[in-house]
């Protein structure tokens, strides 16, 4: 089972601010790797996919990096509507298909 | 649109089963794989199960095969389920989810269905 560790567990930023997360593989996953945000309450909604790919919807503010087993999901200025969490997702090797612990981010 | 509508879940005994349902909506459900995805109160997400585009193949998660089973009928444009022989640490919002792309198995999701929540408690 490939196993994603996100860091940090909490970012505080404030509005404005550039927020970079982390997303390691335990072993090469290439670009089969997606980000979600979560807000309280609501289900996941799919941001990137394959690693760069922004998904309909997603804010050009948003971008993914990486390949192999370290990823950086990016939030380039901080809008009020961003403060919410966020997984990373591999499908290189599964089942299972598995998802990171979340990156919390909040307002400072 | 694209939706998905969840049905079902609530308050179990242990060892009892539910029957979890999730209809679609605004696209050609049988050209879709689908998922099950849960989490439990203030945990992160864990991949339950999926299911092929006719049904003919499924997966599951280590900690419920065996005792859970996924399935579907296209005419009716749902997935279900079943979920037997529940345990405490079942206990989750279960999240029925789409593949992004139609035909062809990418395992991203979109959309996912609003989630319901399943209880395993005496």
């Known amino acids: 089972e490939i196993v994603l560790t996100q860091s940090p567990a909490t970012l505080s930023l404030s509005p404005g601010d550039r927020a970079t997360l982390s997303c390691r593989a335990s072993r090469d996953v290439r670009t089969d790797l997606a980000w979600y945000q979560q807000k309280p309450g609501q289900p996941p909604r799919l941001l990137i996919y394959?690693?760069?790919n922004r998904a309909t919807g997603t804010p050009a503010r948003f971008s993914g990096s990486g390949s192999g087993t370290d990823f950086t999901l990016s939030i380039s200025s901080l809008e009020p509507e961003d403060f919410a969490l966020y997984y990373c997702?591999?499908?290189?090797?599964?089942?299972?298909?598995?998802f990171g612990g979340g990156t919390k981010v909040e307002i400072k | 649109q694209e939706h998905l509508v969840q049905s079902g879940g609530g308050l179990v005994e242990p060892g009892g089963s539910l029957r979890l349902s999730c209809a679609a909506s605004?696209?050609?459900?049988?050209?879709?794989?689908m998922s099950w995805i849960r989490q439990a109160p203030g945990k992160g997400l864990e991949w339950v199960s999926y299911?092929?585009?006719?049904?003919?193949?499924?997966y599951y998660a280590a900690s419920v095969r065996g005792r859970f089973t996924v399935s579907r009928d296209n005419a009716q444009n749902s997935v279900y389920l079943q979920m037997n022989n529940l345990r405490a640490d079942d206990t989750a919002v279960y999240y029925c989810?789409?593949?992004?792309?139609?035909?062809?198995?990418?395992?991203?999701?979109?959309?996912w269905g609003q989630g319901t929540l399943v209880t395993v408690s005496s």
């Open positions: 997702q591999q499908r290189a090797s599964w089942p299972p298909l598995t």
């Open positions: 394959d690693a760069s």
């Open positions: 299911l092929s585009l006719t049904g003919a193949t499924t």
């Open positions: 605004g696209f050609r459900f049988g050209d879709y794989h």
């Open positions: 989810a789409r593949a992004l792309y139609s035909g062809v198995l990418q395992n991203w999701f979109h959309p």
